[in-house]
């Protein structure tokens, strides 16, 4: 299988706390992204991270990206109530762009912000 | 607000019984996805439609199938839905041709089978 692997599967934090979320892939790729989804929901585009790149940041969001280890990580800071949600991460494999983007999706870390 | 729609976004049918899923978008964009989302699963895609070329994944079962009448509409069909089919369906879309690229996708149709 090409999916990736997401570490933890669950974290419980309290608000105002930093949570980390950890993000390995397979196969080399184009560019890494973050997406959330609410409980039962569609999924919401976060974060792009290109493979040139190393480090994004965007609000209280902050992603890294090492290709030579083939991970990715995801800081939210200053955790708040409604960051409850689970994260994936997502890769676009490498190699001859085509029309469409086709997402390899990790398995989630389902993220609980404890008031 | 440009959006990517679902309906419905409950659907409840029987074994063996076809359903068709409904997605429609304001976006503009040539690629339309189709997701299956099982339980606490990573989304998993099925096939998708760049412009009106149909490309299935390759372990994608013979029940399903879609159509693309036009650019703003894409419909999944089931044709005999198994107990197994049960899951989070979600359409998503994007613009073609880009390398880097969100995809935006619908809040999804979520689908029982009795």
């Known amino acids: 299988s090409q999916q990736g692997e997401e570490d933890p599967q669950a974290l419980s934090i309290q608000e105002g706390e930093n949570a980390t979320m950890n993000c390995s892939y397979k196969t080399s790729i184009n560019n890494l992204q973050w997406y959330r989804q609410n409980s039962g929901r569609g999924l919401v585009h976060l974060i792009l991270?290109?493979?040139?790149?190393r480090e994004k940041h965007s609000g209280r969001l902050r992603v890294t990206l090492d290709t030579s280890k083939k991970s990715s990580s995801l800081l939210i800071t200053a955790s708040r109530a409604a960051d409850t949600a689970s994260y994936f991460c997502a890769t676009v494999p490498s190699g001859i762009i085509q029309g469409a983007q086709k997402l390899v999706f990790g398995q989630g870390t389902r993220l609980t912000i404890n008031p | 607000d440009a959006m990517v729609i679902q309906n419905p976004r409950y659907q409840v049918t029987q074994f063996g019984k076809p359903v068709t899923l409904s997605c429609s978008q304001t976006?503009?964009?040539?690629?339309m996805y189709w997701y299956q989302q099982k339980s606490s699963q990573a989304p998993k895609l099925l096939f998708h439609y760049y412009d009106k070329d149909f490309n299935n994944e390759a372990d994608t079962p013979d029940n399903f199938q879609s159509r693309r009448p036009n650019t703003s509409f894409c419909f999944l069909d089931i044709r005999s839905p198994g107990l197994g089919d049960a899951a989070m369906y979600l359409c998503?879309?994007?613009?073609?041709?880009?390398?880097?690229?969100?995809?935006?996708f619908g809040p999804g149709t979520r689908l029982t089978v009795l």
């Open positions: 998503a879309t994007s613009r073609a041709w880009l390398p880097n690229n969100e995809q935006f």
């Open positions: 976006l503009n964009h040539n690629v």
């Open positions: 991270i290109r493979s040139n790149e």
